[in-house]
Each structure stands twice: as structure tokens, then as C-alpha cells.
């Protein structure tokens, strides 16, 4: 390797513009932490790129990857553009030519995980996707270097700062989610179109590359359990409140006796919990180690600069392997590839939880009886039950919280069904996950 | 390097019982991981050994390292013995030697960094001390590979487990220091002789270590200020809780435009730090770097198994590097050895900070135009100052509160010592930082 090292940069956005400037300003210190020049030779994009202040004096700028892919100067490519058709193609060809990879796309590699791993297995480069969970937070590094004596036992984490903010907002104004997500969007925390954010999708592309990279293994994107939240109303944020928990919308995994178990979720987290205290659109994953016992890494889980710290890291550790004169200096899901497998995840019904149910009541007078009788039904043992009024106008209907002992999910789901069939629950039971800690 | 790795394990205490237990128990996921078996061959310890429930039909038990370090046979040599003279000829004659060493010893690192870091420059081996920092929390990798593109401004941290646990149970239990110190020792928390931990002298060595990797620079241990908690008092707990603060030991390190500043002391830390979160024997660091931002790593800080689990992961890291033919793949200070320098720590009189000052005072009609008038003396801009009755059987008594602006130290102390002065302060002037989100 020379002593200045080249980057094609596909995609010059949010994070594409954030690796430029950090390259630059840090420049110097980069360089005496690698004794190299890191040189951006090329950047494709097909966004207008004259009024972001960038110096281009050493860069060529062209709205085609294949100037980049076709490039045999060029050391290091860093995959920025997204989606998953041109994404794949830059990612498996530079692969397959030698290069170093470093990408970002969560979509892509939760989708192609295996196709894009044993790519690199083969290839004479190295792939880094730090950026491509929680933002600057080293998470997958930690998993991959800093527990790597563990056997990881489960992980839970806010994966998704804008889904994150809207329930901070929500909590701290006691707004409705409608008015949260319009705030978040306003101030530039949510998208225009935000379904990948609020339906979990987005935190469940992280949670496979999670559980690949603690458990050792491919696990299916369609196996996982995935629910958002936008079912999420403030009677349940206040309501957990008062019993000391806040939710979060969590994404985890787990090795159980029976397999593994991975969701997306929203879930009631108690204020001890230190997940409770991530506010706004700041990420944290928790890791459980046989040996390393609780930890959990905090910080921003997206944005320009945070995310290009995570890219310039992946492009550091190339750099720094290379000039060692080695490939592959870890095993991509910190096992050796002869040694990697498929595992099935659990479906949620075989899984076991504590459960917030959130009845709505009229007629209050004979109902608990019935209720305890369907529990009782589906072995599902009750931690506690209250009551509480809905409005001086409407004295006949009552809230009914219980809270569940740890229960059979899928037996979980049919008591609701029937709670559902009584005469006198007058809105479908919500049902909430509570995190055990 | 040969199929087998082969350990020479110092020391078999709390940390040695640990790190030899998870290599028996993890150890066909750890040859997954790495595709070699890592022997324990030779172990060191003075102490009795046979009840530990651990199998030594591979490992040669002595009571001298010497056995240890004149085996030809062994790879990679773990100093856990703890102490600096028979520790440090350890560490220099077995990077000497060719060896790569992993050692948990921060008493060690931080007074006699720069001439153990230029042997193992020299060396062909690797030196790893993950576990010297925090125990289980990789924050020594989090900083040298994860944040490898940032500028580091700042850390901070609670890296005393001990201290931590005492000022919980103050806090939770609203206990005098000793109550708490003498149940920590009750229940193994703290040593028979407390000294190191409650003075802050075994924060001030992680600070030390901190400080090299985050600025990239050997700091002289014997600039650092350093103070204990010894001088916690309930009622200054009391007073911080009802205005929205915890009180913490906190080491902390940052890059100004004046110099570097290093301190180990007691804070005020705003209920919305996550840092406050951290209860019982928890650790926790903050970094905050150039882009990446505000970060945080928290987890077990000591322990057996914890510190194991960092000794292990250094003991890993050295076998994936060795097995690609690398030596030495990372600059140990995170910047390549030419570049180190020697820094300074500004003393902390010349520094810059806002605190409470808890001042008691007899006969308090006329005492606050006093003080106000030294503290505009000494330009000190007052953010709020309270005062609270003491009980109803001192009618004349008073605590005065006084939550100052940024202010510099040192004007700050010789408020404090005119302060003293004056007839109506009854007991010395208490002083804490304030720690600025």
C-alpha cells in the first residue's frame, strides 16, 4: 500500500458531506495516527454538490459509481448511497476486486448479510459497517473486539433516535404521537415520509446485524417479531409513569435455552433501567456478556458528523491492517467463517414475557371476576391490578392496568382476544411488553 | 505461531481465579473465534490455590514468575499481581523477551507509562491493558479504534466502583460517609484499608491512562489534582438532590486553548447527565470527540469476572493479530510513536469551573452583603445563592448556598479563604465543582 491512501466515495448527503469534512479537518491527526494521507480521489453523487463548502481541489466529482469502481488506484471505497440495488452492486464488485468496503447501508446488509459476508470472506479486503448500527456509537466494535472473550447472552437497545425522540417528546409534554411526529418533523428529527422510523423497520435492520454479530450467526429479516409506535397513546406514557417505568421503543436479542429470540418493540423500561434515561434522539444498546455482565454504550445514533466518525473509524482500521500487511484482521461476525450458521428466531407466541395490559371498562361492578377467570384460563399469573377513573363525565368507565407476571406470549395474545369478546371492554386491550432487567 | 497459544498467567487472584475460569469455560467459543486453544501453561501465585475450584491438569503451578518467564513455550504473558516492582520487571523482561503482555495494572502503567509504552514500541510483542480502565467497559479500545477519526475534547467519568457504591448508599440512605464506607466493607465492596479508593488515588491512575490515550501524550501523574470523598458530608448530598444534582467521584481530562486540564474529585452532576444514572459499584466514562459528540460506556468496573472478560479480550486481540502476522497493529496511544510528546496539566487554580459553596453562618442579618462583596472581589459571578434553616434548636443558624457562574479556581479559593475570615462563618467554607454538561 502507498503511503497515500485512496477513497471513492459513492453518495455525498447527510453522512457522504460529514466524511468529507472529517477527513479534512482531522487530517493531520489522522495522519500521524496512521502515517498516511488520506486522499478522497473521487466522489459520485447526483445531488448538487457546489454549495456545501467542500474543497474539491483533489477530488474528482462525477454522477456514475463505476468512475469509482472502475478506478485501480483507489484503495478504500465507502458506500454512502443507500437503498439496496446500486448499493449492492458498489459493495459485492469492489469485493470482488480487491478493495476495501465501507458501508453504512443497515438495509442492505440486513437484507444480503450472507451474499455480502461471504464476499468478503473471499476478498482480499476488509468490510467495516461500524456506521451502519447506532450511528457513532462503537457498538459493533465492542461486540467484535471488546467482549469478544463473552459469550453474549442478550442485548436490548434504542436503535432509532427519531422514534426515540418522538416518545421523549411525548413523555415530557404529554402530547399525542400525531403532534410528536409533526414537531420531529418540523424540527428536522423525522422525515417527510417516516414509516421506517415509526414502524420499527429501521431498528430491526439493526437488530439482525446485532444478533449476527452476538450470536455468531444469519438470522432471517422476515422471522423477526416487528412492531412500531404509533400505537403508542399518552394514557399509557403517563400510566407507566406513575408505576415507574417510560417507554421506549427497544430493539434486542437474545440466546435462550430454546433458541433465539429477537424483536422490535415498544416496551415499558423501569426508570433504574439506564436505557430510561436516553433521551431524545440519542441511541444506547445494553450487551450482556457471560462474563462481562451488563454494559451499555450511549451516544448519537445518527446524524452527519456522528455517523462519519463511525465511517472514518472502519476506514482507520483498514488502513491500519494494510499497513501491517494484513487482510481481514477479524471475523466479520466475530467468528470464524467455517464456523457460521442459520438459526431460526423464535416466534414471539413461543416466547415468554411480562405484559402491561390496558383495559377499557364499563360497568365496572362484576368485570374483574371474569377478567381473572380468562388469565387464569391462559396461566397467566397477575402481578398487579388497578383501576382508575377516565373522566368525572363518564363515572360508569374505568381504565384497568394489570400488570402480568412473566406469561406464554402466545397464550398472552389469545387472553386478549377474549378480553376483547366481553361486553363490557369498550376498546381493544393494549397491550405492552415490560423489559426485564 | 503455533495452533496452541500458551499463557503464563501472574498472579491468581480475584482477576487471575477469573480470567483462568472463562478461559475454561468459554473456550471452544473463543477457538471458534480465534481457530487456536489457549493454554494456560505456567501459573505464579504466593497464595493457596487448591480450593479454587480450578482444573490444573494443564498448567504448571510455582510460586515464582521466574518459571514463568523463562519458558521459551509461552506466547503471551498476564500480569495480574498488581504492585510495581516485581510487576514491572514482569512487563519490561517479557516485552524484552519478545512477548506480548497483558497486564490490569493502572498503578503501574501510570507512573512508569512512558518506559513501559517505549518497550513494547521496541518489541515484537503487543502490550494490552483494556483491563487496567474500567474493568469490563471497553473504553481503552472505544477510544483507540471507535473514535480513531475524532478529536478527543474531553472525558469524564466515574471510574471507581467503590466510591461510587459509598456515594449511592449516602444518597439512597441518607447516611454519614462512615455508615456507608464501614457497610461497603461489610458487604465486599470495599478493602480493609480503603485508602486508594476513597482518595481518589485509583481514579487518578485511570485518569492518567485516560488522558494518554484521549490526547495522544504522557501526563506526570504528580500534576494531577486529586481529591477523595472523605469530605462528603449528607447535607451537602441532601441540598444537591433538592436542586437537581447528584453528587459523584469524577475523573476527568480535556484539551482547552490553554493547555490540558486532569482532575479526580467530587462533582455536582445535573439529574439529565447520564453519568448521575450510574449507581451501586457501576462505572461509566463520557468522551465527547470533535464529531462523533457526546458519548458514554458503562459497565462493571471491577470484579472478577468483568476484569477477566477485558484481560481476555486483550488476550484475543493479541492471537487474531499474531495469527495474521502482525505485531504491534495498533499505536498504543492511539498516534504513532513519533509523534508522542510530553504534556502538562494546568494547574487547577489557573482553570476555569462553577461551584457550590456551602457556607454556615451565626447571626446571618447582615452577612450577606459581606459575602457578596468578596466574592465581587475575586470576580465571581453568583448564580444563585439560598438559604436554609439548620434546625429550630440553632434559631441564628444558617446554611448559605451559593451556586456560582464559571468562575476561575483559584479566585475561587482565595474567596473561600476570606470567607473563613469572617466572624459569622462558623465552620469551613465547603467547596464542589460543578460539572458542566
Request: aromatic share 6%.
Amino acid at each position: 500500500m502507498e503511503e497515500e491512501i485512496k477513497v471513492g466515495l459513492c453518495g455525498l448527503g447527510t453522512v457522504g458531506s460529514g466524511v468529507f469534512k472529517l477527513l479534512s479537518e482531522n487530517a493531520s491527526l489522522i495522519k500521524q495516527r496512521t502515517g498516511r494521507d488520506i486522499i478522497i480521489k473521487r466522489v459520485a453523487t447526483l445531488d448538487r454538490y457546489d454549495n456545501l463548502g467542500l474543497d474539491f481541489s483533489n477530488t474528482e466529482v462525477s454522477d456514475s459509481v463505476d468512475d469509482i469502481l472502475r478506478d485501480p488506484e483507489i484503495d478504500i471505497i465507502v458506500e454512502l448511497i443507500g437503498g439496496k440495488t446500486i448499493a449492492k452492486k458498489i459493495v459485492l464488485e469492489s469485493l470482488q476486486n480487491g478493495k476495501s468496503v465501507v458501508t453504512a447501508n443497515k438495509a442492505l446488509l440486513s437484507e444480503y448479510l450472507e451474499e455480502i459476508f461471504r464476499a468478503a470472506d473471499l476478498a482480499a479486503g476488509t468490510l467495516g459497517f461500524e456506521a451502519a448500527v447506532a450511528g457513532g456509537i462503537p457498538i459493533i466494535r465492542s461486540i467484535r473486539q471488546g467482549f469478544s472473550g463473552d459469550r453474549i447472552e442478550k442485548f436490548s437497545g434504542i436503535v432509532n433516535g427519531t422514534a426515540n425522540y418522538i416518545l421523549t417528546a411525548m413523555s415530557r409534554d404529554g402530547v399525542s404521537f400525531d403532534h410528536a411526529l409533526k414537531a420531529a418533523q418540523e424540527k428536522g428529527f423525522a422525515e417527510a415520509d417516516p414509516a421506517f422510523d415509526i414502524e420499527g423497520i429501521d431498528a430491526a435492520h439493526k437488530v439482525i446485524l446485532l444478533m449476527a454479530v452476538s450470536f455468531n450467526a444469519y438470522f432471517d429479516f422476515s422471522q423477526l417479531s416487528v412492531e412500531g409506535i404509533t400505537g403508542i397513546e399518552p394514557i399509557d406514557i403517563a400510566i407507566a409513569d406513575a408505576s415507574g417505568f417510560v417507554i421506549k421503543l427497544l430493539g434486542s436479542g437474545s440466546r435462550t435455552a430454546n433458541g433465539f429470540q429477537g424483536r422490535v418493540g415498544p416496551a415499558l423500561v423501569s426508570k433504574n433501567n439506564m436505557l430510561a434515561s436516553v433521551s431524545g434522539a440519542f441511541n444506547a444498546v445494553s450487551v450482556w456478556g457471560n462474563f462481562v455482565g451488563e454494559t451499555m454504550s450511549y451516544g448519537a445514533g445518527a446524524g452527519s458528523y456522528p455517523t462519519a466518525s463511525a465511517v472514518v473509524s472502519d476506514i482507520i482500521e483498514t488502513i491500519r491492517a494494510k499497513s501491517n500487511g494484513m487482510d481481514n484482521p477479524l471475523p466479520l461476525l466475530n467468528i470464524n467463517a467455517e464456523h457460521l450458521t442459520h438459526q431460526d428466531i423464535i416466534p414471539p407466541e413461543q416466547t415468554d414475557g411480562a405484559f402491561y395490559l390496558r383495559l377499557r371498562l364499563d360497568n365496572t361492578e362484576k368485570s374483574v371476576g371474569d377478567i381473572i377467570r380468562i388469565l387464569d384460563e391462559e396461566s397467566i399469573g397477575i402481578q398487579s391490578i388497578t383501576q382508575r377513573p377516565i373522566s368525572n363525565d363518564l363515572p360508569t368507565q374505568k381504565y384497568m392496568i394489570i400488570f402480568t407476571e412473566s406469561a406464554n406470549e402466545g397464550q398472552v395474545k389469545i387472553a386478549i382476544e377474549k378480553l376483547n369478546g366481553l361486553s363490557f371492554v369498550t376498546t381493544l386491550v393494549k397491550m405492552i411488553r415490560v423489559e426485564q432487567d
